[in-house]
């Protein structure tokens, strides 16, 4: 009989390191097919159904529901496949390269722009920084963990990922809510974010005349099955815009010699800001700028649609260069947005609402709604946000 083969955890991508398993598909002596789901799990951005890579008996299965594991531990066992339903399947690797059931994403080209930074002075570290290794460091980030405080146990005082759990856990009896999933990847994106330099604008817009251009798409049978609302206007304006300032999808790159440089991306992936159940996830619509109308709305319609599901893939979450958040829906005028991690320029949207407007010589009720940008001020300045931000304006105000 040959040994056991073992699923391990896949590496999922997107620098995340772990997930949490939410229930098993699966038990013990079951017979399993190759691509029968065996296992939902949930990771920091989306919860996803594996399935199975070999054809056989299950003999184990290594973690229960409730249970986080890191990437690359085992996951579940299967006989030798002497004698299971469905033949034999290649064994599977030590640590499989992407996520099962999705492929690798191609790895898009891109255009160094220029170089603005020089080196900086090297700094002495802080000798009562505590001991750490770079994943516990990264842990204690997500989990909002302070090392210092963390009792260590490890070889020469080090703070291990035992240490860690262990504190966690001591905070979590004393009354507070674990923070996972979702919520973790958000406040670990926003503690990011805030070390970014960024500034805001903002900008009033008559939208009456896309209101009106409102009714008439939802009347054109080309954008059947999709929800047409002002979010569509609004993605549509800004993927015209973008197409004029190249700046807004770049992003700032450090380089190991302490200077830095800003990428140029090739595609706008335009991100949509999604209110779910399991909190704040920003979808990606891939090469928006690429996309008809018609097509750009029935892809922002699926997505939000799956994010509220909870049936997004990681392609899905996956290589936005700028994001559009909507808290018109809320009720709110407007607000000061904080960047997604990696992107230079985020759009918020806030409702329509009447207001008296100075038209011609006349003031009169007209539908407004505030536009507001917040970018990386080390890939834009005033200038080029001001001049992409009326561009949009534009486009939705219906002005030349």
Do not use: C
């Not at 390191?17 to 598909?25: H, K």
């Not at 080196?119 to 994943?135: I, K, M, Q, T």
């Not at 970018?375 to 001049?387: C, E, P, Q, T, Y």
């Amino acid at each position: 009989m040959t040994e056991p083969r073992v699923f391990r955890l896949p590496d999922v991508g997107e620098g995340l390191i772990e997930a949490e398993v939410l229930r098993w598909l699966v038990a013990v002596g079951d017979k399993v097919a190759v691509n029968d789901p065996i296992v939902e799990i949930e990771t920091a951005k989306a919860s996803v159904e594996l399935p199975s890579p070999f054809a056989g008996r299950v003999l184990a299965l290594h973690a229960t529901a409730g249970q986080v594991l890191p990437v690359g531990v085992p996951l579940i066992s299967f006989d030798g496949g002497d004698g299971g339903d469905g033949g034999d399947a290649p064994a599977a690797p030590e640590r499989e390269a992407v996520l099962v059931g999705y492929g690798v994403a191609p790895t898009a080209s891109v255009r160094r722009r220029k170089r603005t930074v020089v080196a900086a002075p090297a700094v002495a570290p802080v000798a009562s920084r505590p001991l750490a290794s770079p994943l516990v460091r990264v842990l204690a980030r997500e989990w909002g963990v302070e090392l210092a405080l963390v009792s260590a146990t490890g070889h020469r005082g080090q703070v291990t990922r035992a240490d860690l759990t262990r504190h966690r856990e001591s905070a979590s009896s004393l009354g507070g809510t674990p923070v996972r999933g979702v919520q973790r990847s958000m406040a670990a994106a926003m503690t990011r974010s805030a070390a970014i330099p960024q500034a805001s604008l903002w900008v009033d817009v008559d939208v009456t005349s896309s209101q009106s251009t409102l009714e008439r798409l939802r009347a054109d049978a080309s954008f059947e099955g999709a929800r047409v609302t002002m979010l569509t206007l609004v993605a549509s304006a800004v993927v015209a815009a973008a197409r004029d300032h190249p700046l807004v999808t770049s992003r700032w790159h450090e380089l190991p010699d302490g200077s830095a440089e800003i990428v140029e991306s090739p595609l706008l992936n335009l991100g949509i800001a999604a209110d779910t159940p399991r909190g704040l996830v920003v979808p990606v619509v891939a090469n928006a700028g690429g996309r008809t109308l018609p097509e750009l709305a029935t892809e922002i319609t699926r997505l939000i649609e799956a994010s509220r599901a909870g049936i997004l893939s990681s392609a899905d979450l996956s290589g936005g260069t700028l994001t559009i958040t909507n808290v018109g829906v809320f009720g709110i005028d407007g607000g000061l947005p904080l960047l997604n991690p990696g992107e230079s320029v985020i759009v918020a949207m806030g409702q329509a609402r009447p207001r008296p407007w100075v038209v011609g010589a006349s003031i009169m009720s007209r539908p407004v709604m505030q536009l507001v940008i917040s970018f990386d001020h080390r890939v834009l300045d005033g200038a080029a946000a001001s001049r992409f931000l009326a561009d949009v304006a534009r486009g939705l105000s219906g002005s030349s």
